[in-house]
């Protein structure tokens, strides 16, 4: 079974306008951690956010939120007043158990979702 | 502060040769992995280090596939021999500490095996 499933492969949205990115994950772990990683044309993986799932507020970073539903076990990202620039693919990621203990560190990514943003 | 550094950033080499794929990750950090993304299977996990030490290279595909990190600044992913479907784009990432939860991503290195 897929750890991080992102069910749309490619989506538009308008210039200026807010849009949402779907993401959903599968674990057992009681302590796990939830990426967006942004990859642009030119290739290189840009940290976006990050939601703990102790965290009891949605994490923000400027224009991007992280709709975080843990009973749904959702991790949606939206992107509020798109620019052109961020068009891109955009990837979701977790990272299970714990942060302290260093014993487990990778991330499992989901096959992410193109965005293109209108003029 | 220099991001993590990859190299070569482009790699093309024919099947049968030995390619050997290089990072340093950011300084201070000690924990490093490696990623091979292509279009049918995404982004995965093929090793990572902690304090130089292999902890999980379940990703790793076959034996032709080898990965070290001799020291804490650097870490080289070697494909021998190369085939086809090795054909990729290879990231290297380091992470600060095992209380902190980004990883920095290199710019990844292309690799096409003829």
């Known amino acids: 079974a897929q750890k991080i499933t992102q069910t749309q492969p490619g989506m538009f949205v308008q210039e200026k306008e807010a849009v949402t990115l779907d993401c959903t994950y599968d674990?057992?772990?009681?302590?796990?951690?939830l990426f967006w990683y942004k990859q642009p044309s030119s290739g290189e993986m840009i940290f976006l956010i990050y939601q703990g799932s102790y965290d009891e507020q949605n994490a923000t970073e400027g224009r991007y939120s992280l709709n975080f539903q843990k009973a749904r076990k959702s991790a949606n990202l939206v992107i509020s007043a798109s620019q052109l620039g961020d068009s891109a693919m955009y990837f979701c990621a977790m990272r299970e158990g714990p942060f302290y203990g260093g014993s487990q560190g990778n991330l499992i990514f989901g096959k992410g979702t193109k965005l293109s943003v209108k003029p | 502060d220099a991001g993590v550094i990859q190299s070569p950033r482009h790699e093309v080499t024919e099947m049968g040769q030995e390619v050997t794929l290089r990072c340093k990750p950011i300084?201070?950090?000690?924990?490093l992995f490696w990623y091979r993304q292509t279009m049918m299977r995404g982004l995965e996990l093929l090793i990572y280090?902690?304090?130089?030490?292999?902890?999980?290279d379940s990703g790793m595909p076959e034996d032709r596939f080898s990965a070290k990190m001799p020291n804490a600044s650097f870490s080289t992913l070697k494909i021998q021999p190369s085939e086809p479907r090795d054909s990729a784009v290879y990231f290297c990432?380091?992470?600060?500490?095992?209380?902190?939860?980004?990883?920095?991503f290199g710019p990844g290195t292309r690799l096409t095996v003829t």
């Open positions: 300084s201070g950090h000690n924990s």
């Open positions: 674990t057992s772990d009681q302590s796990y951690g």
């Open positions: 990432a380091s992470r600060g500490s095992a209380l902190s939860y980004e990883q920095y």
């Open positions: 280090f902690n304090n130089n030490v292999p902890i999980d």
